[in-house]
């Protein structure tokens, strides 16, 4: 059984950056394709960003492009989202998730959840 914890949300404000961090551990992380989700109340649960198993590949939504940045260190089992000029707009609860079987934007192509992370960010 694969568990993922997230950490590092808070309160930010607007411009602020804010780094989140996703623990994994029962399973082999390295072979793992990574995403990041978020969720704000009333609304779907949306795709950020996503990684590869050798990180050599990510992906992110259009709206964060060029302010969050995706990494791994396999070595350590963990996945990280370095946001950067946060905006009102991005407040959601976020979402680690893995892939056994792809690096995606889909959430049913994901078969492991964290709990989620606050980031609430003020204008």
């Known amino acids: 059984q694969v568990q993922l914890v997230e950490s590092g949300g808070g309160l930010v404000q607007a411009g602020d950056s804010l780094r989140l961090s996703c623990a994994a551990s029962?399973?082999?992380?390295?072979?793992?394709?990574m995403g990041w989700f978020r969720q704000a109340p009333g609304k779907e649960r949306e795709f950020v960003a996503a990684?590869?198993?050798?990180?050599?590949?990510?992906y992110y939504r259009d709206s964060v492009k060029g302010r969050f940045t995706i990494s791994r260190d396999n070595a350590k089992n963990t996945v990280a989202l370095q946001m950067k000029s946060l905006k009102p707009e991005d407040t959601a609860v976020y979402y680690c998730?893995?892939?056994?079987?792809?690096?995606?934007?889909?959430?049913?192509?994901?078969?492991?959840w964290g709990q989620g992370t606050q980031v609430t960010v003020s204008s």
């Open positions: 998730a893995a892939s056994y079987s792809t690096v995606s934007k889909e959430r049913y192509e994901y078969n492991y």
């Open positions: 029962g399973g082999m992380f390295s072979s793992y394709g």
């Open positions: 990684i590869s198993w050798s990180g050599g590949s990510t």
